[in-house]
């Protein structure tokens, strides 16, 4: 069976202490689970879009996809540079995540990206308090946060200027579910058409 767990480092990169490798890693483990939950559910809705929009939203997401796996990449690699074995493994994943699995399945292209601008927002948020918690400890990996959240934000606007007005609101405003948010789109879109 997979560890679900990591083992404190016995080594770190230079200039750093163990303790503090082992503190930063284990911040990335949760941000691996979260890029590797995130390019999984890209491709769910890549496969799961219907209607209208379809081949844009579809056609959008693969170059995100591919970005984000190489986030994943980047962060277990860094996790084993420091000392730490990074768990890749999907039953550690669903075990130790915090939040939900995303839960729309066949659905319009608005009403995915309304639940997409949640999961976004999601992970930009998380992915920001780590970088505020590597400050001191570890500015390389914080450096390579910063580029990540740089990207990923710049992808939560694209989905995010599907779903904006022309007056600057953004229709899942106030929602807190995905579902609420793919409702909400789904009803700005039709009351637009
Ligand atoms: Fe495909």
């Known amino acids: 069976m997979a560890p679900k767990k990591s083992e ?12 503090d490798g082992t503190e930063v890693a284990t911040m990335l483990q949760d941000r691996l689970n979260a890029l590797t939950d995130l390019h999984l559910t890209l491709k769910h809705i890549h496969w799961n879009v219907v209607g209208p929009h379809f081949i844009a939203v579809h056609e959008m997401l693969d170059p995100q996809v591919e970005a984000v796996r190489a986030m994943s990449d980047a962060t277990a690699e860094r996790m084993a540079t420091l000392g730490v074995a990074p768990i890749g493994t999907p039953g550690a994943l669903v075990a130790t995540r915090t939040w939900d699995d995303y839960d729309i399945g066949r659905a319009t292209a608005i009403e995915h990206l309304g639940a997409l601008d949640l999961v976004y927002a999601g992970v930009i948020e998380d992915h920001r308090k780590i970088i505020d918690a590597t400050e001191d400890s570890d500015p390389v990996t914080q ?8 990207q990923l934000e710049l992808f939560h606007w694209f989905v995010r200027a599907h779903l904006e007005s022309a007056s600057g609101e953004l229709s899942t405003s106030g929602a807190t579910t995905e579902p609420q948010a793919a409702r909400k789109a789904g009803s700005a879109a039709e009351n637009q058409g």
């Open 143 to 150: 450096d390579m946060l910063i580029g990540q959240s740089a």
């Open 8 to 19: 404190a480092a016995k080594y770190t990169v230079p200039g750093m202490s163990t303790s």
